[in-house]
């Protein structure tokens, strides 16, 4: 059975790392990835499942990740080095059919598969976030029966989509309606991702929304904002020509390139444009809150200067590098973490927080204080599933590669945004 393995390696992690961090490296990520990281094509045996409530899976679309490409070129935080089990097939963006009978999903199913790897998978007892459905904050992802791993694709035992096989569990397990194609279902976990990044915090409505980065998140932000929320503008930082095109089409009110941000914010949202003798510009004044996306530092620098005081951050891209935290004190600012999604319907104030008003905090900042989320999360995989069918989604995945041609689907990936594409696959049908 065919698989991409990646297995540990400090020598090789360290090269692509310190190569990637200088200029000429972060252009030549892909290519560092490719032929430095620890990633090879392996033949593995088929896997054997653990126990009863799992399946195999044989993946038939598993997108490439930011996390994944974080990991490939060296700038994944070493904080998550603990949570991981190696060696282990990445692949968490997942289409796949299920090799297996299990209750109420017969053999031959189409699924995603939500990737984290919570107590009911682990067999033990739940935590305090697995009994009230936020299984993005299980307390347990290193214990039980599986080995570490805080998600499937980072987990030894249950492989992952950038391989022929697979397991799962079934509670991570939605299926796929006929009428949703491939292509699109592959999109259904960031999707969620991204649905629960927006019900991260309370919105009021009418806020001003900022997406920073406009890449698979930060375009499927802007999705989510308007299918979810009663947010009011939407403006969208983009690089490239073809993301502010979907951006617009996905709801965005206005399109800026980095280079202009500060100043078209400024025209929008009002305030005064400030110039510190080192480093960029930032404003008094802005958006009412912001969605780092790109999962860099220059990302999050940006999100941080370009919100008003009392505003909120919510760190949707998985944060890499070093960032000058002074607005977070001087402008009181909210910082967030989002991480994957929450699964099951939790009833308000069920995780031990206070009841905050779906309008907004106290302080007229419209924002909750973290763990005071709205508690309606039921289903977020299938919001993303439903909304998945209803958006303008057709080409997102415009690029799939067989498991052989793993060194070209990686270096596009890290070119996508320059080379036209929002998401890169594997089909590891493919010869």
Request: proline content about 6%; aromatic content about 4%; hydrophobic content about 40%.
């Amino acid at each position: 059975m065919l698989a991409l393995e990646y297995r540990r390696s400090p020598a090789r992690f360290l090269t692509v790392r310190g190569a990637s961090s200088t200029r000429f490296g972060a252009r030549m990520s892909g290519a560092l990835a490719t032929n430095v990281a620890p990633l090879r094509l392996v033949n593995h045996a088929e896997p054997a499942r653990p126990a009863t409530g799992w399946t195999r899976l044989k993946p038939l679309l598993s997108g490439i990740c930011g996390s994944d490409l974080s990991l490939l070129t060296g700038r994944s935080s070493p904080y998550l080095g603990a949570l991981v089990s190696m060696p282990f097939v990445p692949g968490h963006e997942v289409v796949a059919e299920t090799l297996d009978d299990l209750p109420g999903l017969a053999r031959g199913t189409r699924v995603v598969v939500d990737p984290v790897l919570s107590c009911v998978a682990r067999a033990v007892p739940p935590c305090r976030w697995c009994q009230v459905g936020r299984h993005s904050r299980c307390d347990r992802i290193t214990g039980g029966r599986l080995a570490a791993g805080l998600q499937t694709g980072f987990c030894t035992d249950t492989g992952g989509g950038w391989s022929r096989r697979m397991l799962a569990h079934a509670s991570q397990l939605h299926p796929v309606p006929d009428g949703l194609d491939d292509h699109r279902a592959v999109l259904t976990e960031p999707l969620a991702c991204a649905i629960h990044s927006v019900r991260r915090v309370a919105i009021p409505d009418g806020a001003a929304a900022l997406v920073v980065g406009a890449g698979t998140v930060g375009l499927l932000t802007v999705l989510a904002l308007r299918a979810a929320t009663r947010v009011g503008p939407i403006y969208v930082i983009a690089k490239h020509g073809h993301q502010r095109e979907r951006a617009r089409a996905l709801g965005a009110t206005e399109v800026f390139e980095p280079s202009r941000a500060a100043r078209a914010l400024r025209r929008a949202c009002g305030g005064t444009l400030e110039h510190p003798v080192l480093g960029p510009e930032f404003l008094l004044g802005g958006a009412d809150l912001a969605y780092e996306c790109s999962g860099a530092a220059s990302g999050l620098d940006t999100a941080l200067r370009l919100v008003r005081a009392g505003g909120t951050v919510v760190l949707s891209g998985m944060p890499s590098g070093r960032v000058d935290l002074t607005p977070v004190w001087f402008r009181e600012l909210r910082l967030v973490g989002s991480y994957a999604s929450d699964g099951r319907g939790v009833p308000e104030g069920a995780d031990g927080a206070s009841t905050a008003d779906a309008a907004g905090a106290a302080d007229g900042s419209g924002v909750a204080e973290p763990g005071d989320e709205p508690a309606d999360r039921a289903g977020q995989f299938a919001e993303a599933l439903t909304l998945a069918a209803a958006a303008p989604l057709d080409g997102y995945v415009n690029a799939v590669y067989s498991l052989s041609r793993w060194r070209e689907a990686i270096g596009h990936a890290a070119r996508a945004g320059e080379l036209g594409t929002i998401k890169v696959a594997f089909d590891p049908r493919r010869n």
